[in-house]
């Protein structure tokens, strides 16, 4: 289990329901953090508003669907337009591959480029092989997302209709 994944309560505990939270309630996993064997889950009524913001136990959730991650042979989608990734004809909406950390590039404050936070341990840059190049190109860590393998496809359909009804 991980920050980001969907989780669902399988146990009906005195503990969670005076919080108001019952077995089948599903949440989202909120801090990166596991305490004592718990999670901070958010649990949602039909993810349109929050019932509760409560720790429970790894034991007592089961993962409906996992976020994705960024690491070497995962998926991105290109949230940016940024120069820096358009001089070499990627522009926002294309699809890339992972292909490992960059730890050797560093944010240049003197060139425009903002301060980056990412997540403690991870890289500012990641190398990624966008569809249809054939460089890898250094990204900023928050200028893609990682997509998971199943969604792909999905993403793929909306990022067309998008552009369709832009072209109109």
């Keep these: ?3 980001g994944d969907r989780v669902k309560l399988i146990v009906e505990k005195e503990k969670y329901a005076k919080e ?4 089948g309630a599903e949440g ?7 305490i004592y064997g718990c999670r901070l889950v958010s649990f ?5 508003y929050e019932i509760a ?11 409906t669907w996992e976020k994705a ?6 998926t991105v989608l290109l949230l940016s337009d940024n120069e820096k990734y358009t ?3 990627i522009n926002m909406g294309r699809f890339g591959v992972i292909c490992g950390k960059d730890y050797e590039t560093k944010v240049n404050p003197d060139e425009g480029e903002r301060e980056l936070f990412v997540p403690l341990g991870e890289p500012a840059f990641w190398k990624v092989k966008f569809e249809d190049s054939e460089e890898i190109i250094s990204v900023y860590y928050d200028d893609i997302i990682p997509i998971r393998d199943d969604m792909v496809e999905a993403y793929r359909k909306k990022i067309e209709e998008e552009l369709k009804r832009r072209n109109k």
């Design 1 to 3: 289990m991980k920050e």
């Design 20 to 23: 108001g939270v019952h077995k």
């Design 28 to 34: 989202i996993i909120c801090d990166p953090r596991k």
């Design 44 to 48: 949602h009524h039909d993810w349109e």
């Design 53 to 63: 913001c409560i720790e429970v136990k790894e034991e007592d959730l089961e993962v």
């Design 69 to 74: 991650v960024r690491k070497e042979g995962v």
């Design 87 to 89: 001089k070499h004809g």
